[in-house]
């Protein structure tokens, strides 16, 4: 079972440049989101999708891009790439948005000089 | 602005001791508390709470979750070197973001042999 997966798992950037970061699902899951962890921070909601052409912003959503075009499949876009956006960022999904337990990636390491 | 505080920040126990894991909140519109342990990577589900006063436990772990008052704790029995790890604990709010999770900074357990 895949679950949800992410890639890359590590990536460096110099500053204005631009990525994307992938994330896909193969639990039919309705709901998921994108969240960024920094040290002391704690799991910060960036970007969330409720369904295929819904996408809404999370509490840290500037510099940041999503679209949902599947179900399977929610993106996350760095336009250009500031060095505050060094992170670890972990996709999560759940089967609909009320239903609490959210299933997350391996998280992706990002630095960006 | 809904918020979720726990503590302590870090903690160091040896080999058998007891800990608890205290997570408070403040939100608008509640509608279930989880707790996940993060190792390494992804963070990973342990239980999820919705009635106030009903015990939830799986092995040496249990939780319970207190409307009243705010607050749920995570004890954990006997620890063991396996349990050193961050402890999350998160809110699922309802209203106008609906479904989304807001996080706590963690408690970072220690378990010395």
């Known amino acids: 079972n895949a679950g949800v997966t992410q890639t890359p798992k590590f990536q460096v950037l110099k500053t204005g440049q631009s990525m994307t970061l992938q994330c896909a699902q193969d639990?039919?899951?309705?709901?998921m989101s994108w969240y960024r962890q920094d040290p002391g921070m704690g799991l910060r909601l960036i970007h969330y999708?409720?369904?295929?052409?819904?996408?809404d912003q999370g509490e840290v959503p500037n510099g940041y891009n999503v679209s949902r075009s599947t179900t399977e499949d929610f993106p996350l876009r760095l336009l250009s790439a500031a060095p505050s956006q060094t992170s670890v960022y972990f996709c999560?999904?759940?089967?609909?948005?009320?239903?609490?337990?959210?299933?997350f990636g391996e998280g992706s390491r990002l630095t960006v000089l | 602005e809904d918020k979720v505080v726990q503590s302590p920040l870090s903690l160091v126990v040896h080999e058998g001791d007891t800990v608890t894991l205290n997570c408070s909140y403040e939100v608008t519109n509640f509608r279930s508390l989880l707790w996940y342990k993060q190792e390494k990577k992804a963070p990973t589900f342990l239980f999820m709470l919705?009635?106030?006063?009903i015990e939830k436990k799986s092995g040496r772990l249990s939780s319970i979750l207190d409307k009243k008052e705010l607050f749920s704790i995570l004890n954990i029995t006997a620890t063991q070197t396996g349990d050193s790890a961050v402890y999350l604990c998160?809110?699922?709010?309802?209203?106008?973001?609906?479904?989304?999770?807001?996080f706590g900074k963690g408690t970072k357990l220690s378990v010395k042999p």
């Open positions: 919705t009635s106030s006063g």
């Open positions: 999708s409720v369904g295929a052409g819904i996408t």
């Open positions: 999560a999904s759940k089967r609909r948005r009320n239903t609490g337990e959210l299933f």
């Open positions: 639990m039919n899951h309705e709901y």
């Open positions: 998160a809110v699922e709010v309802g209203g106008g973001s609906q479904g989304n999770l807001i």
